[in-house]
């Protein structure tokens, strides 16, 4: 079992900054992906940005290239997704999630077993 706990949302403007955290507990994270999805209201779960937890490799939705990075430390069994240049259709709630096993598909919600609670991101123009 691995239980994830997210915070660092909440209220911004447009063109504010936001860092959402994720730590993690339960099991030692040294391998595998950790992913960031995000809902919002009315809408489909979205892919954001994941990062492969033994080499740091990234990977970002389109939306969202060159304005959020993912990045993580082991030792803390944290990662970390930083949002630059925020807009109002980033709005919604940000979900954190973790698998243990070397994957292909690290966009795909259905590879992860593990998930956080979420936290809240609300833009305002």
């Known amino acids: 079992q691995v239980q994830l706990v997210e915070s660092g949302g909440g209220l911004a403007q447009a063109g504010d900054s936001l860092r959402l955290s994720c730590a993690a507990s339960?099991?030692?994270?040294?391998?595998?992906?950790m992913g960031w999805f995000r809902q919002a209201p009315g809408k489909e779960r979205e892919f954001v940005a994941a990062?492969?937890?033994?080499?740091?490799?990234?990977h970002y939705a389109d939306s969202v290239k060159g304005r959020f990075t993912a990045s993580r430390d082991n030792a803390k069994m944290t990662v970390f997704l930083q949002m630059n240049s925020l807009k109002p259709e980033d709005t919604a709630i940000y979900y954190c999630?973790?698998?243990?096993?070397?994957?292909?598909?690290?966009?795909?919600?259905?590879?992860?077993?593990?998930w956080g609670q979420g936290t809240q991101v609300t833009v305002s123009s």
């Open positions: 999630a973790v698998v243990i096993n070397n994957i292909l598909l690290v966009r795909s919600a259905a590879s992860y077993p593990y």
């Open positions: 339960g099991r030692t994270l040294s391998s595998g992906a």
């Open positions: 990062i492969r937890l033994s080499s740091g490799a990234t």
